[in-house]
């Protein structure tokens, strides 16, 4: 879902492909009637241009003037540091992107709340991660996450997710840029290869030179821009709507008010099971085995800490998630007379928030700039935080785990810097890839899920099932990801072909000025065009990651059973979550059940820190036998 969450599924490559030649009496009244009444002016650049000024006077203190970083661990985890808010700010801002930002507004405006209930998974996958997941974390503190892997299977399963993750964050981060950096130039008239630039060098400055500090506290930075941008554009818009009662009733009226599609079908692209149980899925992806999230949870000091933040994170998550979906009444309110894509005003359905913002407060001096400022901070927040979390996978998984290369110790930070410089610039260039893709939030959040999916299989297969081999776990992750694969592009390239179409809720072109009822017949027959496809094809997008999850831990644990079960006796039980080791402690021999007691016992302490080997030796000694 977020994964990411959902936004409204633009097609790049194909936007252009699908504008028809319109009537010389239509080109004639846009001539005289422009879609874009106001441009940036000087008080806009500036304040853009504070935002990023300020985010690189961040890594500037902390790459230079704060406390020199010198390990990989400083570099990479903040020393484990950095405080409770900070890190909840900064875990938000990452799961939130520009492409979102743009596109949830649309998606209320083209196919209602129903998206909406999303909130509802992340209620649900707080307790998930606080209590199944993060207490393996947090005990074993492993700067990469997939070293898990390694030490609960081989090398080889450790291997194979670092790469798809490394592979997945590459091209998400493309995406996420790229795309709100089209949308944004179309209406704002900011060239695109200028914006993607400028996210690029910005974020790969103090991402490189402040390490994890800098992106919290820069992340930090940003998501109060990003929530007052939010705030300011939906205030404006409600008041000048009318009040908020009168947006509300119009969205009702129109059936967008929609919570609770039941339709039990897996090809219903939002209905309130693909949201709810495929999202609280897809999001368990990002807050249960992402490297990034697992990174910021260890930038804290206790276990205590991290729950705190996940709550508040979830919240502004929701909160985010509420006032854009209330933008987007906003948006239908004042064009349910006229669609600006049916009147060729836009060509994709993520540009109507830019044009609304340009048209109806652009003449409020610096209010398009701090809208512009706030998705810019979206964008430099994920990056951000993929640029460190991948440098952290190469020093430990490719240079240690598969090259073998020992980084001396006092020059970790040197080379993790360097190695961000070095994904920044090549997802960069991967920017001229993604401009030729198609539809853009679907192949960047079916993607994660595709990935995410078959990741949080492999760590719930290690933490769930005592029992599976490192044969199980591969096995599963390649049957697991072979299969989504396949649903999920065979479905991208069905949508590439037109076989594929996105319903949307009524739209009305009455009251538009330039739009005749032949451009309109001429749409609708192009609408009208689609063509059967493979069922499988049809699934919807949120499903992915419970399919790529499932099939992995399926397959893994039978392949397990034909190949020779693990004996949960010979495994390090820190590996396992707290329900299955105290399961397995229950069932354990008497003679062997204190020591794992004890052992258990003292370092799953919530809020304090782990006890030394010589506390623990004390107590173990005086236990009986």
Same mark, same amino acid.
């Given at each position: 879902?977020?994964?990411?969450?959902?936004?409204?599924?633009?097609?790049?490559?194909?936007?252009?492909? /699908?504008?028809?030649?319109?009537?010389?009496?239509?080109?004639?009244?846009?001539?005289?009637?422009?879609?874009?009444?106001?441009?940036?002016?000087?008080?806009?650049y500036?304040?853009l241009?504070?935002?990023?000024?300020?985010?690189?006077?961040?890594?500037?203190? *902390?790459?230079?003037?704060?406390?020199?970083?010198?390990?990989?661990?400083?570099?990479?985890?903040?020393?484990?540091?950095?405080?409770?808010?900070?890190?909840?700010?900064?875990l938000?801002?990452?799961?939130?992107?520009?492409?979102?930002?743009?596109?949830?507004?649309?998606?209320? *405006?083209?196919?209602?709340?129903?998206?909406?209930?999303?909130?509802?998974?992340?209620?649900?996958?707080?307790?998930?991660?606080?209590?199944?997941?993060?207490?393996?974390?947090?005990?074993?503190?492993?700067?990469s996450?997939?070293?898990?892997?390694?030490?609960?299977f081989?090398?080889?399963?450790?291997?194979?997710?670092?790469?798809?993750?490394?592979?997945?964050?590459?091209?998400?981060?493309?995406?996420?840029?790229?795309?709100?950096?089209?949308a944004?130039?179309?209406?704002?008239?900011?060239?695109?290869?200028?914006?993607?630039?400028?996210?690029?060098?910005?974020?790969?400055?103090?991402?490189?030179?402040?390490?994890?500090?800098?992106?919290?506290?820069?992340?930090?930075?940003?998501?109060?821009?990003?929530?007052?941008?939010?705030?300011?554009?939906?205030?404006?818009?409600?008041?000048?709507?009318?009040?908020?009662?009168?947006?509300?009733?119009?969205?009702?009226?129109?059936?967008?008010?929609?919570?609770?599609?039941?339709?039990?079908?897996?090809?219903?692209?939002?209905?309130?099971?693909?949201?709810?149980?495929?999202?609280?899925?897809?999001?368990?992806?990002?807050?249960?085995?992402?490297?990034?999230?697992?990174?910021?949870?260890?930038?804290?000091?206790?276990?205590?800490?991290?729950?705190?933040a996940?709550?508040?994170?979830?919240?502004?998550?929701?909160?985010?998630?509420?006032?854009?979906?209330?933008?987007?009444?906003?948006? *239908?309110?004042?064009?349910?007379?006229?669609?600006?894509?049916?009147?060729?005003?836009?060509?994709?359905?993520?540009?109507?928030?830019?044009?609304y913002?340009?048209?109806?407060?652009?003449?409020?001096?610096g209010?398009?700039?701090?809208?512009?400022?706030?998705?810019?901070a979206?964008?430099?927040?994920?990056?951000?935080?993929?640029?460190?979390?991948?440098?952290?996978?190469?020093?430990?998984?490719?240079?240690?785990?598969?090259l073998?290369?020992?980084?001396?110790?006092?020059r970790?930070?040197?080379?993790?810097k360097?190695?961000?410089?070095?994904?920044?610039?090549?997802?960069?260039?991967?920017?001229?890839?993604?401009?030729?893709?198609g539809s853009?939030? /679907?192949?960047?959040?079916?993607?994660?899920?595709?990935?995410?999916?078959?990741?949080?299989?492999?760590?719930?297969?290690?933490?769930?099932?005592?029992?599976?081999?490192?044969?199980?776990?591969?096995?599963?992750?390649?049957?697991?990801?072979?299969?989504?694969?396949?649903?999920?592009?065979?479905?991208?390239?069905?949508?590439?072909?037109?076989?594929?179409?996105?319903?949307?809720?009524?739209?009305?072109?009455?009251?538009?000025?330039?739009?005749?009822?032949?451009?309109?017949?001429?749409?609708?027959?192009?609408?009208?065009?689609?063509?059967?496809?493979?069922?499988?094809?049809?699934?919807?997008?949120?499903?992915?990651?419970?399919?790529?999850?499932?099939?992995?831990?399926?397959?893994?644990?039978?392949?397990?059973?034909?190949?020779?079960?693990?004996?949960?006796?010979?495994?390090?039980?820190?590996?396992?979550?707290?329900?299955?080791?105290?399961?397995?402690?229950?069932?354990?021999?008497?003679?062997?059940?204190?020591?794992?007691?004890?052992?258990?016992?003292?370092? /799953?302490?919530d809020? /304090?820190?782990?006890?030394?080997?010589?506390?623990?030796?004390?107590?173990?000694?005086?236990?009986p036998r």
């Amino acid at each position: 879902m977020r994964p990411l969450l959902l936004i409204l599924f633009v097609s790049l490559s194909a936007s252009s492909a /699908e504008q028809r030649r319109l009537p010389d009496e239509n080109e004639k009244c846009l001539e005289e009637h422009p879609a874009l009444l106001h441009y940036f002016s000087w008080a806009d650049y500036f304040v853009l241009a504070a935002m990023l000024i300020v985010s690189c006077m961040i890594g500037l203190f *902390y790459g230079f003037f704060a406390k020199k970083q010198e390990t990989s661990q400083d570099f990479l985890l903040g020393g484990s540091s950095m405080g409770t808010f900070p890190m909840a700010m900064s875990l938000a801002a990452s799961f939130i992107t520009a492409i979102e930002l743009l596109g949830n507004p649309a998606e209320m *405006y083209g196919q209602g709340t129903q998206f909406w209930m999303t909130c509802v998974s992340f209620l649900l996958v707080v307790p998930i991660t606080s209590h199944l997941y993060l207490p393996v974390y947090m005990k074993l503190r492993l700067t990469s996450t997939y070293e898990y892997l390694n030490l609960r299977f081989n090398r080889h399963c450790r291997l194979l997710a670092s790469g798809l993750y490394m592979l997945q964050m590459i091209l998400y981060t493309s995406v996420a840029v790229y795309a709100p950096a089209l949308a944004l130039s179309h209406v704002t008239g900011l060239n695109t290869y200028i914006a993607v630039t400028l996210v690029y060098v910005v974020c790969i400055f103090y991402a490189s030179q402040g390490g994890m500090k800098a992106v919290i506290m820069t992340d930090t930075f940003q998501a109060a821009v990003l929530l007052g941008s939010l705030f300011l554009i939906l205030g404006y818009g409600v008041s000048w709507a009318g009040g908020f009662s009168l947006v509300w009733h119009e969205s009702a009226q129109s059936g967008r008010m929609e919570f609770f599609n039941l339709n039990p079908s897996l090809t219903v692209r939002h209905s309130f099971w693909s949201v709810v149980i495929g999202g609280t899925f897809y999001w368990a992806t990002m807050f249960c085995s992402n490297q990034a999230s697992v990174q910021k949870y260890l930038s804290v000091e206790t276990i205590g800490q991290a729950r705190k933040a996940l709550w508040v994170s979830s919240l502004g998550l929701i909160l985010i998630y509420t006032v854009n979906f209330l933008t987007g009444m906003v948006l *239908y309110s004042v064009y349910k007379d006229c669609d600006p894509l049916k009147a060729h005003q836009i060509t994709a359905q993520d540009q109507l928030l830019p044009l609304y913002v340009m048209n109806f407060m652009g003449q409020l001096k610096g209010v398009p700039g701090f809208f512009v400022a706030g998705i810019f901070a979206a964008s430099l927040g994920t990056v951000a935080s993929a640029l460190n979390s991948l440098a952290a996978i190469t020093c430990e998984d490719v240079l240690q785990g598969l090259l073998g290369v020992e980084l001396p110790a006092r020059r970790g930070a040197f080379y993790a810097k360097w190695i961000s410089v070095f994904f920044g610039a090549f997802s960069f260039v991967l920017v001229f890839i993604v401009e030729r893709l198609g539809s853009v939030l /679907e192949v960047a959040l079916s993607f994660n899920g595709m990935v995410g999916g078959v990741t949080l299989g492999l760590f719930s297969l290690g933490m769930f099932v005592p029992w599976a081999n490192a044969k199980g776990a591969i096995s599963g992750a390649v049957v697991g990801l072979a299969l989504v694969l396949w649903i999920g592009l065979g479905a991208q390239v069905a949508v590439f072909n037109g076989q594929i179409h996105l319903e949307s809720k009524p739209i009305s072109i009455d009251g538009c000025t330039c739009l005749n009822s032949t451009t309109f017949l001429e749409d609708q027959f192009h609408d009208a065009q689609d063509t059967e496809v493979f069922f499988i094809y049809k699934v919807s997008y949120l499903w992915y990651s419970v399919i790529g999850c499932l099939v992995t831990i399926s397959v893994g644990y039978l392949v397990s059973l034909i190949t020779g079960l693990q004996d949960p006796a010979e495994l390090n039980h820190d590996l396992l979550s707290p329900p299955i080791r105290s399961l397995i402690r229950i069932h354990k021999k008497p003679q062997n059940r204190n020591v794992q007691g004890i052992a258990n016992l003292a370092l /799953e302490m919530d809020d /304090e820190k782990p006890r030394s080997p010589t506390v623990t030796l004390e107590i173990t000694k005086t236990t009986p036998r």
